[in-house]
């Protein structure tokens, strides 16, 4: 395991996600303020932030819970970013780019979960 969160690549590759979902959800419409930009805001957010606090936890099960709850706000992410496609607040470009940057990290957020889970079974 990772000396610290920071450590996770999987957790890097989700903060620099965050940011692009900041930039890009800056030029959607006032009126989307409080809806679709905050939630996307804080799915993206959720990623990461799961990350963290299951890492810090001292349970070996607990983790693997926090990454299951990462990769439930990815897949809220991506059902928002498909949304902001079909409103046309994101060009399929942009979408294409951050869909591709959210399965990244959903397959690495699985690979740490079962690596994690195969651990605390062989003990």
Not at 1 to 21: E, H
Request: aromatic residues 8%; positive net charge; charged residues 25%.
């Amino acid at each position: 395991m990772a000396s610290g969160f920071k450590d996770l690549v999987v957790w890097q590759k989700s903060r620099l996600l965050t940011k692009l979902i900041y930039v890009n959800t800056g030029t959607y419409p006032k009126e989307e303020i409080y809806g679709l930009v905050q939630q996307m805001r804080r799915s993206a957010i959720s990623i990461a932030s799961n990350l963290a606090e299951g890492y810090g936890r001292f349970g070996k099960k607990e983790f693997p819970h926090f990454i299951s709850m990462s990769f439930a706000s990815a897949c809220e992410l991506e059902n928002l970013i498909i949304l902001s496609l079909d409103l046309n607040f994101l060009s399929q470009e942009k979408a294409d780019v951050l869909t591709q940057d959210l399965h990244e990290i959903m397959k690495m957020l699985r690979g740490l979960r079962q690596s994690l889970m195969k651990k605390t079974n062989d003990q």
